[in-house]
């Protein structure tokens, strides 16, 4: 059996599956192995269902495997947070789960287009300290998409730990990496194929968050002028720090990591 302190992630990206092998030392996250393969086909909606598919990713998997810690049985998976529906929203503090749950199946009966029962749903509750109201954020994501990655380890010789969207990975890595250095507001910038991804924390915790498009003006953001693509990141920065002043009463914006892929690192 794998040692406990020895992680597997996996991350189902555009057009690659990323591998990260990570150690916990002294309370710390270490990466201790990166390993991308290709996929044969882009990885979006398009091949959910797509059973032939299925074992060829699988295969890549177990091949992947040969890079990592032999005792490594399983990982945590995550895919692009614009596979699912998610959306927050301030309550009261003192809510019971149940209380919680009520609130958010009244917003899935606005939300849905499709049956209720074609998805599963979770939340987190990010219960602030500086702020008379709490957040909940909610993320409804199709059996059909779940399905679709289950079948692909059941085919691997690793059990699948966990799915969560990329974002919520994300946030959970910086908290191991940078615990000591959350405590106010964050914001976490992440450049992906298919756009930036932005998220607003408070101690660590997720509060806000906003995709843009992948496009500024007629260019994809990732051929915009620096200039051009540092002004689209800060007027959003902009108006998550507007709507957390005037929803939670939490002033400004203390620092800002980025992270994932960027030709030109100027922007910076």
């Known amino acids: 059996m794998a040692s406990e302190s020895i992680k597997?992630?996996?991350?189902?990206?555009?057009?690659?599956i990323r591998f990260i092998e990570a150690e916990e030392w002294n309370g710390k996250l270490n990466l201790t192995s990166i390993v991308q393969s290709t996929l044969p086909k882009t990885f979006d909606v398009?091949?959910?269902?797509?059973?032939?598919?299925?074992?060829?990713?699988?295969e890549l998997i177990d091949k992947a495997l040969d890079n990592?810690?032999?005792s490594i049985a399983s990982a945590s998976v995550c895919i692009d947070r614009r596979l699912a529906l998610k959306k927050n929203f301030a309550i009261d503090k003192g809510l019971s789960n149940e209380e919680i749950r009520k609130h958010i199946e009244w917003e899935l009966e606005q939300l849905l287009i499709a049956p209720r029962d074609e998805f599963n749903v979770d939340y987190e509750h990010s219960a602030l300290s500086v702020s008379k109201q709490d957040v909940v954020v909610f993320v409804a994501l199709?059996?059909?998409?779940?399905n679709f990655i289950q079948d692909i380890f059941q085919k691997s010789r690793l059990q699948l730990d966990s799915l969560d969207l990329d974002m919520f990975a994300s946030i959970r890595a910086l908290r191991l990496a940078e615990?000591?250095?959350?405590?106010?507001?964050?914001?976490?910038?992440?450049?992906?194929?298919?756009?930036?991804?932005?998220?607003f924390l408070i101690d660590g915790q997720y509060v806000l968050s906003v995709e843009?498009?992948?496009t500024i003006g007629d260019q994809r953001f990732d051929s915009?002028?620096?200039?051009?693509?540092?002004?689209?990141i800060n007027k959003e920065l902009q108006k998550l720090i507007e709507n957390v002043e005037e929803n939670l009463a939490v002033v400004g914006l203390d620092r800002v990591f980025f992270s994932g892929e960027l030709k030109n690192k100027a922007v910076i």
Do not use: N
């Open 8 to 16: 597997l992630g996996i991350s189902f990206a555009h057009d690659a």
């Open 68 to 70: 990592f810690s032999s």
């Open 46 to 58: 398009s091949i959910i269902g797509d059973h032939e598919y299925v074992p060829q990713i699988s």
């Open 142 to 146: 199709r059996k059909a998409i779940v």
């Open 212 to 214: 843009l498009p992948t």
């Open 224 to 232: 915009s002028p620096v200039d051009t693509l540092a002004l689209a």
């Open 179 to 199: 615990s000591e250095v959350l405590s106010g507001t964050s914001a976490l910038v992440e450049f992906g194929h298919s756009g930036i991804g932005i998220v």
